[in-house]
């Protein structure tokens, strides 16, 4: 059972012994539990933000074609064979293998590709390799569209 205690005008009350018992500020009482809960509303709010809105990316690549499109897929080379494709100021870039690819593939590639774009393939330029010995094989070539 607690002591009785009795209010008096200092910062602290005096039980039934006579003792002085100091009482805690409100903000003091709540501090540790402020940061807690702050963190907590703050995760919540962040997961409901992340989960809300379209699930796939809604950025546009230069000549229109949707970020999210599977360029190795769209080239219509064969997933062994292509290497890289990127999409440059000049069209597009591709670094692809030769010996696991079918033949003018690089014509197939060009026609699919500027194909994202609405466009006509305008050339094909073969560009040689600064290090060949890091992926040997490997062929780049650019691609440039109406």
């Known amino acids: 059972m607690t002591p009785r205690l009795r ?13 002085t018992v100091q009482l805690q500020d409100h903000r003091a009482r709540t501090a540790g539990s402020t940061p807690l809960v702050g963190r907590l509303v703050s995760f919540c709010a962040l997961l409901g933000m992340a989960a809300c809105g379209d699930r796939m990316t809604t950025d546009i690549l ?20 292509v290497r890289t494709v ?39 330029q073969q560009q040689p390799r600064l290090d060949p010995t890091t992926d040997p094989g490997a062929r780049i070539f650019d691609i440039y569209c109406a």
């Open 86 to 124: 990127s999409r440059r100021d000049f069209g597009w870039r591709v670094i692809y293998h030769p010996s696991a690819a079918p033949p003018h593939a690089e014509s197939r590639a060009a026609v699919a590709l500027c194909g994202l774009e609405r466009r006509a393939p305008l050339r094909i």
């Open 62 to 81: 230069p000549g229109g074609v949707p970020a999210r499109t599977n360029l190795h897929e769209a080239s219509s080379l064969p997933p062994d064979a």
């Open 7 to 19: 209010d008096t005008k200092y910062r602290g009350r005096i039980d039934k012994k006579g003792r």
